[in-house]
């Protein structure tokens, strides 16, 4: 693969024809590639004894209106905003680049944070934030799979029973937590690519193909999104070659069983997530990008960014109310630069 010079690997359809047609003149610019059939190889791929950090930052707005379509009022409607952002390293353990990789991963630096809304208030330590220190590693091949996620799953369900309060005198309860950020940003890594079906065959600008990712909120609750990628274009400079990959969201039907599930059993979640309920979700819209760089095989920068709309029910206590709820929500990937991790590339 890439890590072996063999890196930047064009397929081009019909390449006999085309080479006696050009001889060995290169195609001068995008147009033409693609009226040769071009198309570029994704793959995932590390380096020996070379680190890469990534900084992952979650935001979510999140609006409860208590009466929607009613007049405005202070009272009516409840903003708050959740955050968390944290620092990941990837160190190659074992690299093979056709066959698999071990990849441990040590989370550095993790912080949450809440602000506004029926959620403002403080409940101490997010669970996430036990995440800090911590290191799991990843079996992944050359498409970006992840093969064996069972360490990965191990921190959740450990993050997930630092979610609860010690005391159970009044039952298993909950504290919010931002645990499902923390999945979406880990066990979809490398998605994008992971997900092209024939990836041998190259893809050309312009060729879409799908798969799904997770939908974390603030509520106790298994979502999944629908997605389709596209790449969108190849942008090419002197020193890289960048796979723009554009991507659109929808609310899936349903989410994948093998998923991983921070909690289990029966329990009650504290504050007015845990007081609302059942909930419907009425839509889900978005788009995002990612920056994939050809060469090194490495993901520069991803942005996802969607809305989702629902409803929520009382309990049955005679009070009258139709609480509608809306998740902007924002989830971003940056690689840091070795100036800024501290390792040269």
Not at 181 to 204: H, P
Request: overall charge negative.
């Amino acid at each position: 693969m890439k890590g072996n010079a063999l890196a930047l690997r064009w397929v081009t359809s019909g390449v006999i024809l085309s080479a006696l047609v050009v001889g060995c003149r290169a195609p001068a610019d995008d147009a033409e590639r693609a009226a040769l059939g071009e198309r570029v190889l994704l793959t995932v791929d590390f380096e020996p004894d070379q680190v890469l950090r990534y900084r992952f930052v979650s935001h979510k707005d999140i609006v409860l209106d208590w009466e929607p379509g009613a007049e405005a009022s202070s009272n009516r409607v409840q903003e708050q905003t959740e955050d968390l952002e944290m620092v990941v390293a990837y160190e190659p353990l074992e690299v093979d680049p056709y066959g698999i990789s071990t990849i441990r991963a040590t989370v550095e630096s993790v912080e949450a944070r809440r602000s506004g809304g029926p959620g403002g208030r403080s409940f101490g330590t997010d669970a996430v934030e036990t995440a800090q220190g911590k290191t799991f590693t990843l079996k992944v091949d050359p498409r970006g799979r992840i093969v064996d996620f069972s360490p990965l799953e191990v921190l959740v369900q450990e993050m997930g029973k630092e979610a609860f309060r010690s005391d159970s005198s009044r039952g298993r309860i909950k504290e919010p937590d931002m645990i499902g950020d923390f999945v979406a940003s880990q066990w979809f890594l490398w998605d994008a690519v992971a997900s092209i079906e024939r990836l041998t065959e190259g893809m050309a600008v312009g060729q879409t193909w799908r798969s799904q990712l997770s939908v974390p909120t603030p509520m106790v609750m298994r979502k999944a999104r629908d997605v389709e990628y596209r790449l969108d274009e190849v942008r090419r400079s002197k020193d890289r070659s960048l796979a723009v990959i554009k991507s659109v969201y929808g609310l899936a039907d349903s989410a994948p069983s093998d998923w991983p599930v921070p909690y289990s059993g029966r329990f009650q979640m504290s504050g007015t997530y845990g007081f609302l309920g059942p909930y419907e979700v009425l839509g889900l819209k978005g788009a995002g990008e990612e920056l994939f760089n050809i060469e090194a095989g490495r993901i520069e920068r991803q942005q996802q960014t969607y809305t989702m709309r629902m409803k929520a029910s009382l309990p049955p206590m005679g009070i009258r109310a139709n609480p509608h709820i809306t998740i902007e929500q924002t989830l971003t990937m940056e690689l840091m630069r070795p100036e800024t991790q501290g390792e040269s590339e």
